[in-house]
């Protein structure tokens, strides 16, 4: 079972526009994270290419302050995830 697949939503407030952006973002680290942990080697090759072209174009979007601070202090845990 993979991280994603283990994690529990625990908050059932209706999201904010920012806390969901916040969310999608956490979710999509950590199915990339979840590929990457599934590959015997990080050689380059097309799907890790794939991966980490994926997580840097993630990374490098300009988010609002309050998205990259939730992101950045939750771990994706304080905003939404167990």
């Known amino acids: 079972?993979?991280?994603?697949?283990?994690?529990?939503?625990?908050d059932s407030q209706p999201l904010?526009?920012?806390r969901a952006e916040?969310?999608?973002?956490?979710?999509?680290?950590?199915?990339?994270?979840?590929?990457?942990?599934?590959?015997?080697d990080l050689r380059p090759e097309a799907r890790i290419n794939r991966l980490l072209t994926d997580l840097v174009t993630l990374c490098s979007r300009?988010?609002?302050?309050e998205v990259t601070q939730?992101?950045?202090d939750a771990g994706c845990l304080k905003i939404g995830f167990n």
């Open 62 to 65: 300009i988010h609002s302050p």
């Open 22 to 40: 916040a969310l999608q973002i956490c979710k999509r680290i950590i199915n990339i994270h979840t590929e990457l942990l599934k590959l015997n």
């Open 1 to 10: 079972m993979s991280i994603l697949e283990k994690t529990i939503l625990v």
């Open 70 to 72: 939730q992101v950045s």
């Open 16 to 18: 904010d526009h920012k």
